[in-house]
């Protein structure tokens, strides 16, 4: 067995959280994720390399560029009577009120959250959610978001048997990664 602080964080455990402000207020629900999503992608940031020719040298010289990030997408089953991610997207477009979010992901390690002790002489028992107490390996804060689209169900399909997707793109300013420590 590896220790943990070797051991690959999975992408199967993870939380996200909309930290509203101004017209937003209403999607949250404070010490509660905000939604429990089935697909969520991280975070990424993109430097273009920009070439210059300078005097006479023979070859162009390469300097970053501007950085760009890329807008994540949540998936998520769709809930009766939730129209939280409907609601927000309107805002954005009738500029109804303040439409920025803090968004947090928090991606938990195997460790940290598959297991927890229960008491003596009864071993671990296996958990299939995240427990309330348990702390996230990597924490991806996402700043200064709002939603650019939403896809409020799947395809509607009567001979279909799966559950109804729903899928919110947002795009934001800028994302910080918190590394946690490796509790033993």
């Not at 990030?69 to 309107?90: P, Q, Y």
């Not at 959250?113 to 003596?120: G, I, K």
């Amino acid at each position: 067995m590896r220790a943990a602080s070797t051991d690959f964080i999975n992408s199967a455990k993870f939380q996200a959280d909309v930290t509203a402000f101004g017209g937003v207020k209403r999607l949250v629900v404070p010490g509660r994720p905000q939604a429990g999503f089935s697909n969520c992608s991280t975070p990424e940031l993109t430097v273009e390399s920009v070439e210059y020719k300078e005097g006479t040298f023979i070859y162009t010289r390469k300097f970053p560029g501007n950085p760009s990030m890329s807008d994540i997408t949540l998936s998520r089953g769709v809930a009766r009577g939730d129209g939280s991610f409907w609601e927000w997207l309107r805002i954005v477009v009738e500029g109804s009120g303040e439409y920025r979010a803090d968004v947090m992901i928090k991606h938990f390690h195997r460790e940290n959250c598959l297991t927890r002790p229960l008491p003596p002489n009864q071993g671990d028992e296996n958990l299939t959610e995240i427990p309330v107490n348990a702390l996230p390996a990597r924490t991806y804060h996402v700043k200064e978001a709002f939603p650019i689209r939403h896809k409020v169900a799947g395809d509607l399909d009567a001979t279909a048997s799966e559950i109804s997707i729903m899928e919110i793109d947002v795009s934001y300013e800028y994302f910080e990664v918190q590394e946690h420590p490796i509790i033993a």
